[in-house]
């Protein structure tokens, strides 16, 4: 079934005593950034109140999963040639948001998920830039897509509003001057060829997104879609945070011929790099959602590392090389 996500970022602003910041920045990703997000136990939980000078306690969330969200160009997304004008995208598991940014506003063109693939002729503007609290924003648009072989096409409206402002607290990590952003989006896509009302899909999602000054990417964001269909009803209710300082500086991107200087393969990985035949070197690979799929404790015996790897399926990794216990590098790597 369809899968919509909203990524509606946000900026921070202070409470009484300090000054008013106005972000500019926010959402502004560069290809190569990736950060990682703990997915947590959704049982019990609350996302408080909005308003000013808030203190946003979550400090027991219950971790069960984590996941890695990378932003690439879209001639590396899987699905890229079908969006031209997508200035990056942003990849975590196996879902693809194609965005259409610049330096003041990002919507969203298009997603990709379990083979769906959804466009919007009519982009969804998720924000404008610079933002403060209380700003809001109203933007309608429209989707297509294919499921089981019947064209659908949608046509939705999505507000944006900065509800609260004050102190966000996370198992790891306190920030300050954070803003929240309340997210409502309401769809109704119509099946073609067939008759009402069977032929509708209504979408409803609601989130909660907290921001601040000092990142890009959210610090905590609250996620619930509701689907409705003739075939059957979805719901989804997520929340995850950002572990603080796991934020990967990628320093390359391999392409997908051997001379790279980082190279997966059909049961092969290669390295391509300076070594230190002093130093004690241990890589590892992950795959999209953060889990270990290969790891090797090495010494160099020249500039070429190579090694067995079991046949991965094609998509995007992530290789961490560090020496003598330090991190010296992380590198995104496709395999195709």
Same mark, same amino acid.
């Given at each position: 079934?369809? *899968? %919509?996500? *909203?990524? $509606?970022?946000?900026?921070?602003?202070?409470?009484?005593?300090?000054?008013?910041?106005?972000?500019?920045?926010? +959402?502004?990703?560069?290809?190569?950034?990736?950060?990682?997000?703990?997915?947590?136990?959704?049982?019990?939980?609350?996302?408080?109140?909005? #308003?000013?000078?808030?203190?946003?306690?979550?400090?027991?969330?219950?971790?069960?999963?984590?996941?890695?969200?990378?932003?690439?160009?879209?001639?590396? +997304?899987?699905? #890229?040639?079908?969006?031209?004008?997508?200035?990056?995208? !942003?990849?975590? #598991?196996?879902?693809?948001?194609? &965005? !259409?940014?610049?330096?003041?506003?990002?919507? &969203?063109?298009?997603?990709?998920?379990?083979?769906?693939? $959804?466009?919007?002729?009519?982009?969804?503007?998720?924000?404008?830039?610079? @933002?403060?609290?209380?700003?809001? =924003?109203?933007?309608?648009?429209?989707?297509?897509?294919?499921?089981?072989?019947?064209?659908?096409?949608?046509?939705?409206?999505?507000?944006?509003?900065?509800? #609260?402002?004050?102190?966000?607290?996370?198992?790891?990590?306190?920030?300050?001057?954070?803003?929240?952003?309340?997210?409502?989006?309401?769809? %109704?896509?119509?099946?073609?060829?067939?008759?009402?009302? +069977?032929?509708? %899909?209504?979408?409803?999602?609601?989130?909660? /997104?907290?921001?601040?000054?000092?990142?890009?990417? @959210?610090?905590?964001?609250?996620?619930?879609?509701?689907?409705?269909?003739? %075939?059957?009803?979805?719901?989804?209710?997520?929340?995850?945070?950002?572990?603080?300082?796991?934020?990967?500086?990628?320093?390359?991107?391999?392409?997908?011929? !051997?001379? @790279?200087?980082? *190279?997966?393969?059909?049961?092969?990985?290669?390295?391509? @790099?300076?070594?230190?035949?002093?130093? !004690?070197?241990?890589?590892?690979? *992950?795959?999209?959602?953060?889990? &270990?799929?290969?790891?090797?404790?090495?010494?160099?015996?020249?500039?070429?590392?190579?090694?067995? $790897?079991?046949?991965?399926?094609?998509? =995007?990794?992530?290789?961490?090389?560090?020496?003598?216990?330090?991190? /010296?590098?992380? $590198?995104?790597?496709?395999?195709?």
């Amino acid at each position: 079934m369809k *899968y %919509v996500l *909203y990524f $509606i970022m946000m900026l921070g602003i202070s409470t009484i005593g300090y000054a008013q910041p106005t972000l500019n920045n926010f +959402a502004n990703y560069s290809i190569g950034d990736s950060i990682k997000y703990m997915s947590c136990d959704t049982a019990g939980f609350s996302a408080g109140s909005g #308003g000013a000078n808030q203190t946003w306690n979550f400090t027991s969330l219950n971790v069960v999963d984590s996941l890695i969200y990378a932003i690439v160009h879209r001639n590396s +997304a899987s699905n #890229g040639g079908q969006f031209p004008n997508a200035s990056f995208v !942003e990849v975590f #598991g196996t879902n693809e948001v194609y &965005v !259409e940014n610049n330096a003041s506003q990002y919507a &969203v063109g298009g997603l990709s998920q379990s083979g769906i693939i $959804i466009k919007y002729p009519n982009t969804q503007i998720n924000y404008n830039r610079p @933002a403060t609290y209380q700003d809001t =924003l109203v933007d309608t648009f429209t989707t297509e897509y294919t499921v089981m072989s019947f064209n659908v096409k949608g046509a939705g409206v999505i507000r944006t509003k900065v509800d #609260g402002y004050g102190t966000l607290v996370l198992p790891d990590s306190t920030y300050s001057n954070v803003l929240r952003f309340k997210i409502e989006s309401d769809e %109704v896509d119509t099946i073609q060829g067939l008759p009402a009302p +069977a032929n509708l %899909v209504l979408v409803k999602a609601r989130g909660y /997104i907290w921001f601040d000054a000092k990142h890009k990417g @959210a610090l905590m964001r609250v996620d619930s879609i509701d689907i409705k269909s003739p %075939v059957q009803n979805t719901t989804v209710y997520t929340v995850s945070y950002y572990k603080a300082g796991q934020a990967l500086g990628v320093q390359s991107i391999s392409s997908f011929t !051997e001379d @790279a200087a980082c *190279y997966i393969g059909t049961g092969v990985i290669k390295i391509n @790099a300076p070594f230190n035949s002093d130093k !004690e070197y241990h890589l590892s690979v *992950y795959n999209s959602s953060g889990q &270990v799929v290969f790891s090797d404790k090495f010494k160099a015996t020249g500039n070429l590392y190579t090694n067995t $790897i079991s046949d991965l399926p094609n998509g =995007l990794y992530y290789m961490s090389l560090s020496a003598d216990n330090q991190q /010296i590098s992380a $590198i995104k790597v496709y395999k195709r």
